[in-house]
């Protein structure tokens, strides 16, 4: 089943509170007077800054408390080719030059781990790269006609290229440990989902390389992971309901609960409702029930009392409306939903990610 994921790694530490400014300032040679230029974090949840481009160059300023993950686009076709660049950036200056068209092969220069993005940049080049490209256009062609056979035979080769991909990445990291674009290709490019090879990697890294956002987010991945394994006791935590009145994970203590993370905007989440929906109807009074933890956003709490209703989720809700950056989904590192926790009465964790037939399975397994 598909799951809503977001791009990139959620954010999932607050940054400091005393922000230093980062610049961006760019000349690319062919660049349309006016075109908008656009600058983000990858990873956090905070707003955008713009520029305007005249005579090539532009000049776009942000917040950045510590070197993180950035987006640069321009013009207002996200889809457009060369739209977009992705890079480190720290507080200060960096530099930005191409020949165009709008992004493509740019180069960057100024603080010292430009040097590092210029040769992460070139990867790009290689004939690997470049195939596995290829590959990756046909079968984005192949998904918008619903091509299934064309997909399904592109995406053995598309694998196998990619797993080549990921071990010059490897490579580059061993060849830059002291080097804090390291860690954005560790969160990025490679994504470990087996904590303990991320763990590895991270150590492996020198200190220099992970005073910045996306080792430590990498960081906390690696321990939430442990501390949310099959057989820990749950991380305790406190929520308001939906009458704003505080809900705490040890009031369910004594039961068998399913911790349901889900948000009233995810498809995919409203597709698995159903199943939960009859999982507890068949359990709840089997000493079972449902905590369902939401990622809807600040404004919209109709939405989610609307979606509660609609799909008659008729358990326990909370959610502080902070879309991605909830509490709770951050203690838990939470990076796609939907997802659970199975906790048996004292708490422990003994199933994760339990969909459909399987959360049936397993419920079955342990009330019957």
Not at 131 to 152: G, H, I, W
Not at 265 to 279: F, G, L, S, T, Y
Request: aromatic fraction near 8%; charge should be positive; charged fraction near 25%.
């Amino acid at each position: 089943m598909k799951r809503c994921i977001q791009i990139a790694a959620c954010c999932l530490l607050a940054l400091p509170a005393f922000a230093q400014e980062a610049v961006v300032e760019g000349n690319i040679k062919g660049l349309p007077d006016g075109t908008k230029i656009y600058l983000r974090s990858f990873t956090s949840s905070g707003g955008t800054d713009s520029a305007v481009a005249k005579g090539g160059a532009f000049r776009v300023r942000t917040n950045a408390a510590e070197g993180d993950m950035f987006i640069l686009s321009a013009g207002n076709d996200r889809m457009a080719q060369n739209s977009s660049t992705f890079f480190y950036l720290e507080p200060g200056v960096i530099k930005i030059s191409g020949k165009g068209p709008l992004l493509k092969e740019v180069a960057f220069a100024g603080p010292a781990y430009a040097k590092d993005l210029n040769t992460l940049q070139a990867l790009n080049k290689l004939p690997l790269f470049q195939k596995r490209m290829e590959v990756a256009t046909k079968m984005n062609e192949a998904y918008k006609v619903k091509d299934t056979v064309t997909l399904k035979a592109l995406q053995g080769d598309y694998n196998k290229l990619d797993s080549a991909s990921r071990q010059v990445y490897e490579k580059w990291v061993d060849e830059h440990k002291a080097s804090p674009v390291s860690a954005m290709v560790l969160s990025f490019h490679l994504r470990y989902k087996d904590m303990d090879e991320l763990e590895k990697r991270l150590k492996a890294l020198a200190p220099s390389a992970k005073e910045n956002a996306p080792a430590k987010k990498l960081l906390h991945s690696v321990e939430a992971a442990k501390a949310t394994a099959i057989g820990k006791v749950a991380p305790e935590f406190t929520q308001n309901d939906t009458l704003d009145k505080p809900v705490s994970l040890k009031d369910f203590r004594g039961k068998y609960v399913l911790i349901d993370f889900w948000a009233s905007w995810c498809v995919p989440c409203r597709h698995e409702n159903p199943a939960v929906v009859k999982a507890f109807q068949q359990y709840k009074d089997k000493n079972f029930t449902v905590l369902g933890v939401s990622l809807d956003r600040q404004g919209q709490k109709d939405k989610w009392l609307k979606a509660i209703h609609d799909d008659n989720l008729t358990w326990t809700h909370v959610s502080d409306l902070n879309w991605w950056d909830n509490a709770v989904s951050r203690q838990y590192d939470i990076r796609s939903i939907p997802a659970n926790f199975l906790l048996d009465p004292q708490g422990r964790i003994i199933g994760k990610n339990l969909r459909g037939e399987a959360l049936e399975k397993k419920l079955a397994e342990v009330l019957n």
